[in-house]
C-alpha cells in the first residue's frame, strides 16, 4: 500500500522566491496534518485538516505560510516569500479519525527545503 | 501552557535494557504516543497509551501514568538498528497532538 507522499523531496530556492510544498495522504484518511521540523525547535505542529477543512492553524508561523486542501487527496502548504528561516524539514502526516483525533498518524518521507 | 520533557540522549549496549522517559503538563489529555525516528527518516508510530499501565508489544513497551503526567518506553534486547530518536507525543484533545524534542539513542557494541 501507498503510504503518504510528498514532493518535492527537496527543495533549495533563493530568499523571496515562492515555495509550494505538495502531499497526497493515504486513501481513506480523513485527517491531515503538517509538521515543520528543526534542531532546535523539534517537531511542530503547522496546521492540521479534518475532512479537508482546516481545524487549527494556530501553529502556522506568519502569514507568509498557507496551506489548502482541495480535495481528500491533496494538499499544499506555500510560503511566499521564503527567509532563511524557513529552512526546515516539512513533513506532511495523515490519520484515521477513529479515536477522536488520537489517532496514530502516518508521516510522509518529508521535504528538506533550504533557503539560500 | 504545554510542555513535554524528555532526555536529549541516551547510550546503552546491545542486548541491554534502556527506558526513556517523558514528563508531559497538557491542558488536555487524550493519550500518549511513542514514535520512532531514524536519522534522516519519518517518524514512525511505535504505542499508544490512552489508560493508566503497562502496554507490551515485542521488545518495546510503554507505560503511562496520567495522574502523574508521566510515560516511559522501555526497549529490551537492544539491537544496533535501535539507534534513533524517540519521540514522546500527547494528545491534548482533538486532532492536536503535540511532540517531545525526542531523546537520541546510541547503540554500542
Known amino acids: 500500500d501507498a503510504g503518504v507522499i510528498q514532493s518535492p523531496r527537496h527543495e533549495v530556492t533563493e530568499m523571496g522566491q515562492e515555495v509550494t510544498l505538495r502531499c497526497k495522504p493515504i486513501s481513506g484518511h480523513n485527517s491531515l496534518f503538517w509538521y515543520r521540523q528543526t534542531m532546535m525547535r523539534g517537531l511542530e505542529l503547522l496546521i492540521y485538516?479534518?475532512?479537508?477543512?482546516?481545524?487549527?492553524d494556530s501553529g502556522m508561523p506568519e502569514d507568509r505560510f498557507s496551506a489548502k486542501m482541495p480535495n481528500a487527496s491533496f494538499s499544499t502548504l506555500k510560503i511566499q516569500p521564503s527567509e532563511p528561516r524557513d529552512s526546515a524539514v516539512y513533513f506532511c502526516?495523515?490519520?484515521?479519525?477513529?479515536?477522536?483525533?488520537?489517532?496514530?498518524?502516518?508521516f510522509g518521507p518529508g521535504t528538506r527545503l533550504t533557503v539560500l | 501552557g504545554q510542555n513535554i520533557d524528555q532526555p536529549t540522549e541516551m547510550t546503552a549496549t546491545e542486548g541491554a535494557i534502556v527506558q526513556i522517559n517523558c514528563t508531559y503538563q497538557t491542558s488536555g489529555f487524550n493519550g500518549l504516543f511513542w514514535y520512532q525516528q531514524h536519522a534522516g527518516e519519518a517518524p514512525t508510530f511505535l504505542s499508544y497509551?490512552?489508560?493508566?499501565g503497562l502496554e507490551e508489544k515485542g521488545r518495546f513497551s510503554s507505560f503511562l501514568s496520567r495522574s502523574k503526567g508521566y510515560s516511559y518506553l522501555l526497549l529490551k534486547e537492544l539491537q544496533m538498528k535501535d539507534s534513533a530518536s524517540y519521540l514522546c507525543?500527547?494528545?491534548?484533545?482533538?486532532?492536536?497532538?503535540?511532540f517531545g524534542a525526542g531523546t537520541r539513542l546510541f547503540v554500542k557494541a
Open positions: 497509551n490512552v489508560l493508566d
Open positions: 507525543a500527547a494528545n491534548t484533545g482533538g486532532f492536536k497532538t503535540i
Open positions: 502526516a495523515s490519520s484515521l479519525a477513529i479515536r477522536g483525533g488520537a489517532d496514530t498518524q502516518y
Open positions: 485538516f479534518n475532512n479537508n477543512v482546516p481545524i487549527d
